[in-house]
């Protein structure tokens, strides 16, 4: 971004809806279409079955209100977001294909907390939780008196105890430097890291012992707050999943060095590897509590006798990261600023950089020429305007467009918001665990994830070299179209050749071994792992994404109305079609494995 270009400039260019949908704007009064400075609140008319600009402003303004608290899935705040989308789908009419007859489906999400009365025995002597230990709840369970073994400091790969000395004991560590298995962004653990994950996984728990206070305090320097997202952790438990993979014992819980001396019966400091310890019993009890949880599914029906039975899947994903909380709200405008400069990918920008003097110029100026667009606020409120508020109104957007327009697709029409994709893709993963139409009978999956931004001056991601990339005038990141079916990839490609304006459509992002793994961190992939072909639409990163200036006044109404069309029109092709999708290419050989881009 050079320097010259005035924020005015820059809000007019990237913030305002365009020409195309004027004309229905106008007719919706729809007075902010057009203007260079979009409003910080904004209340919308009646949608209409067109899709237009003014009906996905409407939306998003909505969804993604400050009332909203970021939308975090097992809150009250995502249910209140999926509430507005039941309300809608129901509206249009459209039939529902939740849980008992009704559009939600819900999913087994659980609030977990290890009980105060949970204990570490040693010889009979007897240590609390909370004083003499503390354990992550996905750690609750309980072990009879179990052997013990030293093994040193934690991630120490040089002279490696044997898998047979650890196997089924407590092995006991010591606090290392760092932490995790060497794994960066994309890439896989060393030889000798491999070697060492292997002898931990045939440990039966591991226990670590706290560093001194000195070593858990934090480091100068940091910013405070922000560590906490508004909401419990909740624990998503699927039992389809469970048994399959995993990384070994993992760390049971975290001692206190009383506790390490009771069992080892010896200075910590005078212990070698291999040193066993008197045996340990654990009684890790958890308390659960249900955090309701629910994706919305419903059902367009088709209009052809025999294919009506056949379904093409549309979906997004309806949480977002919800609030910070534990320190001072960020100046939105300052924050704006500084993401505009230094943090092109926002919350995937590696290594996070310092500013130069020349930059934090442009971040000042940036700066105070925004507080004369919009009035100086504090902002804690990830609002998730394109993350992905703007899928989930698209996915609405599209849904009314079939409810309510004269075509009747041949094939039927599943609509699914799915919830917790910011956990771990929670709701695509249950849906497709346990559907509610038969899973081979989905012929195809569409997934909007991100669709509001693509301007020339966002950085969408970076290429597999490393360079970055760049939105343009009509721009969209394919990713998936041609990983299982080729013919799924050129409809894509024909239809969009028969737009008004036809799409740049960028496959950078779906390149074979890219280090982001965009086509692992969608909702898309829990179909592809079936075998369904999929294609996953995005208009990509930018300075916003996961930051608390993800707002609806930032979206690019218009763009993201021609985005839309262009899924719907495939997503009429595919349902039209005198034939399945073929599937040409081979699907992963475990539903249940790693995800390989």
């Excluded at 960020?330 to 919350?347: P, Q, R, W």
């Excluded at 020349?358 to 000042?364: H, L, M």
């Amino acid at each position: 971004m050079r320097s010259a270009f005035l924020p005015r400039a820059l809000l007019s260019a990237v913030l305002a809806v365009g020409p195309v949908s004027a004309l229905v704007a106008q007719r919706q009064s729809c007075p902010a279409v057009g203007q260079g400075t979009m409003p910080l609140k904004y209340q919308g008319g009646p949608t209409i079955p067109a899709i237009t600009a003014c009906d996905l402003m409407t939306r998003l303004y909505l969804y993604s209100d400050d009332s909203m608290l970021g939308r975090r899935v097992g809150t009250a705040d995502n249910l209140r977001a999926t509430a507005y989308i039941e309300r809608e789908v129901r509206r249009m009419g459209l039939v529902p294909a939740g849980d008992s007859g009704g559009y939600f489906q819900y999913l087994p999400v659980f609030e977990r907390r290890i009980d105060s009365s949970s204990t570490i025995t040693v010889a009979g002597q007897v240590f609390r939780y909370g004083a003499d230990f503390t354990a992550a709840p996905q750690a609750a369970r309980a072990l009879a008196e179990t052997p013990v073994i030293f093994g040193g400091v934690a991630n120490d790969t040089t002279n490696l105890l044997s898998a047979d000395s650890v196997k089924g004991k407590i092995l006991i560590l010591r606090a290392g430097q760092g932490g995790g298995f060497g794994r960066g962004r994309g890439g896989s653990p060393s030889p000798a890291l491999q070697a060492y994950s292997q002898v931990l996984a045939g440990a039966a728990a591991v226990l670590t012992i706290a560093g001194p206070p000195a070593a858990n305090a934090a480091r100068p320097g940091q910013p405070g707050g922000f560590a906490t997202r508004g909401g419990p952790a909740g624990a998503f438990e699927d039992p389809a999943q469970q048994g399959r993979g995993g990384f070994g014992a993992g760390s049971l819980a975290t001692i206190q060095e009383s506790l390490a001396q009771a069992i080892f019966g010896q200075p910590l400091d005078q212990l070698a590897k291999g040193t066993p310890g008197k045996s340990v019993a654990v009684d890790l009890k958890v308390i659960r509590t249900p955090l309701p949880t629910r994706n919305v599914v419903a059902i367009l029906p088709g209009s052809d006798p025999k294919l009506k039975g056949e379904f093409v899947a549309i979906g997004g994903h309806s949480d977002h990261v919800g609030y910070t909380i534990g320190g001072a709200a960020a100046e939105h405008d300052s924050l704006k600023a500084y993401n505009m400069v230094a943090l092109l990918l926002g919350a995937d920008t590696r290594p996070r950089p310092t500013p130069t003097d020349s930059q934090w110029v442009r971040i000042n100026a940036l700066k105070d020429s925004l507080r004369k667009v919009y009035p100086a606020r504090a902002d804690s409120i990830s609002n998730g305007a394109d993350d992905d508020g703007s899928g989930s109104v698209s996915v609405l957007e599209i849904a009314e467009a079939f409810a309510k327009g004269n075509f009747k697709p041949k094939r039927s029409i599943v609509f699914v918001w799915h919830t917790g994709e910011e956990a771990g893709l929670w709701g695509s993963q249950w849906y497709t665990n346990h559907p509610s139409v038969p899973r081979d009978s989905i012929v195809a999956q569409l997934n909007i994830d991100m669709v509001g931004r693509g301007a020339a001056s966002d950085v969408t991601g970076k290429s597999k070299e490393g360079a970055d990339l760049r939105g343009a005038a009509n721009y969209v990141q394919l990713v998936g179209s041609r990983r299982l079916s080729t013919e799924l990839g050129d409809i894509a490609e024909q239809v969009n050749r028969q737009e008004e304006i036809p799409f740049v459509f960028d496959y950078a992002m779906d390149a074979d071994g890219h280090p982001q793994r965009i086509y692992c961190r969608s909702d898309h992939y829990n179909y592809a792992r079936y075998g369904i072909p999929i294609i996953f639409f995005t208009t990509g990163g930018h300075a916003d994404y996961h930051q608390v200036t993800d707002e609806a006044q930032y979206i690019q109404y218009t763009h993201m109305a021609k985005v839309d069309q262009l899924i719907l029109d495939i997503a009429r092709k595919v349902a039209d079609l005198d034939h399945r999708v073929v599937v040409d290419k081979a699907k992963p050989a475990n539903p249940f494995g790693a995800c390989v881009q």
